[in-house]
């Protein structure tokens, strides 16, 4: 079963190394030191550079985030890629399989209550979830990339354990797309067992074809 395909755990079997804690705090400070006008500069061109994403084209089912500590903003994207069509998700701490995300159904209606991170998700239901590998993308944030889909989180493992299956079932991956202000890019990362590469990023400048072989 999907379900159950599982990759080294973050902060369980594999402490995080200090060089990616100095990097990940760095980068978090960075992106909170954005002014609210550059913010919202950046989320608009964000949405430009996902509207005419290759990978967006044909996608129905998407999922995305709502912005903390200084993530850039997807919303904008999500209020004129409805008008095409598409059906968006947010992530939902799964309930029973400890680590991992579903994804339910995020509308203008959807009444949204702070996880136990303080994180604003959809109740979960149980049959209206959307199972990872029937997603055509995500869209999820990034504390840092490099040109090699490398990727740098906030370190809870979330994305890499739900997501461990498009390791032995490439087919079955959606196309995992991180977003970030450019000023996140670095040189290269150091990576760990656990991460699951990117297919591309896309930032308020640039939209970057990763250069990793992981999905090819």
């Known amino acids: 079963m999907l379900t159950n395909v599982v990759s080294p755990q973050p902060f369980e079997e594999h402490p995080d190394s200090q060089s990616r ?4 705090k760095a980068l978090r400070k960075k992106r909170r030191s954005l002014s609210v006008e550059e913010q919202q500069i950046a989320a608009d061109q964000l949405a430009l550079n996902l509207l005419k994403h290759p990978d967006l084209f044909r996608a ?10 200084g993530e850039i903003d997807p919303q904008v994207y999500v209020h004129v890629a409805r ?6 998700y947010l992530p939902v701490l799964h309930p029973v399989h400890r680590g991992r995300l579903v994804f339910s159904p995020f509308t203008d209606g959807t009444e949204l209550t702070a996880n136990r991170f303080g994180i604003p998700e959809p109740p979960f239901h149980k049959g209206l979830e959307r199972p990872p590998w029937a997603l ?3 869209l999820f944030p990034l504390v840092g990339f490099d ?6 989180g906030m370190g809870g493992g979330f ?6 299956f498009t390791r032995i079932r490439p087919r079955l991956a959606p196309k995992l797309i991180g977003l970030a202000h450019d000023c996140q890019k670095v040189s290269e990362l150091p ?3 656990w991460d699951i590469p990117l297919h591309s990023v896309v930032t308020d400048r640039e939209r970057y074809r990763m250069k990793s072989k992981s999905f090819r």
Do not use: M, Q
């Not at 008008?83 to 968006?88: A, C, K, N, P, V």
């Not at 994305?159 to 461990?164: E, I, M, N, S, V």
């Open 21 to 24: 804690s100095n990097l990940r």
């Open 60 to 69: 129905r089912h998407v999922a995305v985030y709502l912005p903390n500590d």
């Open 136 to 138: 055509d993308a995500v």
């Open 83 to 88: 008008r095409r069509g598409i059906h968006f």
């Open 191 to 193: 990576l760990e067992p």
């Open 147 to 152: 040109g090699f889909g490398g990727r740098l």
């Open 159 to 164: 994305y890499d354990r739900t997501f461990a």
